[in-house]
C-alpha cells in the first residue's frame, strides 16, 4: 500500500491544522492505521492509531484531548486533526500501515510495514 500525507505546514500555538493521508494500492480496510512524528534529534514517536473498521482508536498520553485521528475507508484516507498546538508539536509527521485484524490498534513502529514520506508540522511560539 502507498501512503501520501498533506496538510502540514506553520500555525501559531495554539493553532489547529488537519493532517490527511491517502492510501492506494490494496484493500484500505484491511490495514490498521495510526500516526508518528519525529523531531530533529529525536526518535520517532508514536501519536495515535485506529483499528480496521475505526471503532477503536487510541492516543499518547501527549495528544490527548488534542488530537483526534479518523478514517474513512469509502475514500481510503486516515485524518488527523491537531488542535491546540504547542512548539513541541514540530516535527515531520508519518502515517502509517499494517496488517491485523479485528479491534488491535499498534502503538509501535514495528507493527507499521508501509510509510508515508512525511509531512512537516511547524508551530510558531
Known amino acids: 500500500v502507498q501512503l501520501v500525507e498533506s496538510g502540514g505546514g506553520l500555525v501559531q500555538t495554539g493553532g489547529s491544522l488537519k493532517l490527511s493521508c491517502a492510501a492506494s494500492g490494496d484493500t484500505f480496510s484491511g490495514y490498521i492505521m495510526g500516526w508518528f512524528r519525529q523531531a530533529p534529534g529525536k526518535e520517532r514517536e508514536w501519536i495515535a492509531a485506529i483499528s480496521r473498521s475505526g471503532i477503536m482508536s487510541r492516543y499518547a498520553d501527549f495528544v490527548k484531548g488534542r488530537f483526534t485521528i479518523a478514517r474513512d475507508n469509502a475514500k481510503n484516507t486516515v485524518g488527523l486533526q491537531m488542535n491546540s498546538l504547542k512548539p513541541e508539536d514540530s516535527a515531520i509527521y508519518y502515517c502509517?500501515?499494517?496488517?491485523?485484524?479485528?479491534?488491535?490498534?499498534?502503538?509501535?513502529?514495528?507493527?507499521?510495514?508501509?510509510w508515508g514520506q512525511g509531512t512537516q508540522v511547524t508551530v510558531s511560539s
Open positions: 502509517a500501515a499494517g496488517q491485523g485484524s479485528g479491534i488491535v490498534v499498534y502503538t509501535t513502529a514495528a507493527k507499521y510495514a508501509y
